[in-house]
Nanobody, 125 residues
């Protein structure tokens, strides 16, 4: 079983930047695809970005394309989400997760039965 711990959230003004981190432990993380998900107040959890095991293939929701980048450092068992040009609509709790299958990650949050605590991102002036 893979365990994840998200960190790096906070309060930022519109137009600002944050970098989220996802520490992965448990089974060998380098063989896993990983994804970032977010859940805004009153809304369902949704896939925001994903990266395959090699780092060669990535996915971004249309709402964050050109503003967010995803990366991984397998030596540190950590995945990152660099968020630039943040908007108030990016306000949400951000979660990460991992699976052997990239297809399962991009299929969305229903692929996962357990989650970490997430990290709150608030974009407000």
């Amino acid at each position: 079983q893979v365990h994840v711990v998200e960190s790096g959230g906070g309060l930022v003004q519109p137009g600002g930047s944050l970098r989220l981190s996802c520490a992965v432990s448990g089974r060998t993380s380098s063989a896993y695809a990983m994804g970032w998900f977010r859940q805004a107040p009153g809304k369902e959890r949704e896939l925001t970005a994903a990266i395959d095991w090699s780092g060669d293939e990535t996915y971004f929701d249309d709402s964050v394309k050109g503003r967010f980048t995803i990366s991984r450092d397998d030596a540190k068992n950590t995945m990152y989400l660099q968020m630039n040009s943040l908007k108030p609509e990016d306000t949400a709790v951000y979660y990460c997760n991992a699976d052997e299958s990239y297809r399962a990650v991009v299929a969305g949050p229903l692929s996962f039965g357990s989650w970490g605590r997430g990290t709150q991102v608030t974009v407000s002036s």
